[in-house]
Nanobody, 123 residues
Framework: VQLQASGGGLVQAGDSLTLSCAAS????????MGWFRQAPGKDREFVAT????????SYADSVKDRFTITRDNAKNTLYLQMDSLKPEDTADYYC?????????????????WGQGTQVTVSS
């Protein structure tokens, strides 16, 4: 499956932003999906994951209650709604696909990755 992330940009603290990840190739609904992020000089870290059906989601503590991961299998698209953004959310955001149907917070368990989309939050 090929993944294309989009929707990043420059916003102010407290603003909202929605990222999208368009999938093509193999059936999108066969994969659990995840969002990860990488800030300059830091390791890539888990943000959120969603099961293939959308019935299960999990979030990093740092984004819980601010970010929402969803998917539309009919449109082959994954989303990340980001509210109440903070400067520490500044990073390149990556979407990824996982053959484990439940999803996973572990970077190494993901099989396919999209390119990053940059999010910058100013204070």
């Amino acid at each position: 499956v090929q993944l294309q992330a989009s929707g990043g940009g420059l916003v102010q603290a407290g603003d909202s932003l929605t990222l999208s990840c368009a999938a093509s190739g193999r059936a999108f609904s066969n994969y659990a999906m995840g969002w990860f992020r990488q800030a300059p000089g830091k390791d890539r870290e888990f943000v959120a994951t969603i099961s293939w059906s959308g019935s299960y989601t999990s979030y990093a503590d740092s984004v819980k209650d601010r970010f929402t991961i969803t998917r539309d299998n009919a449109k082959n698209t994954l989303y990340l709604q980001m509210d109440s953004l903070k400067p520490e959310d500044t990073a390149d955001y990556y979407c990824a696909a996982n053959t484990n149907p439940r999803g996973s917070p572990y970077l190494e368990s993901y099989d396919f990755w999209g390119q990053g989309t940059q999010v910058t939050v100013s204070s």
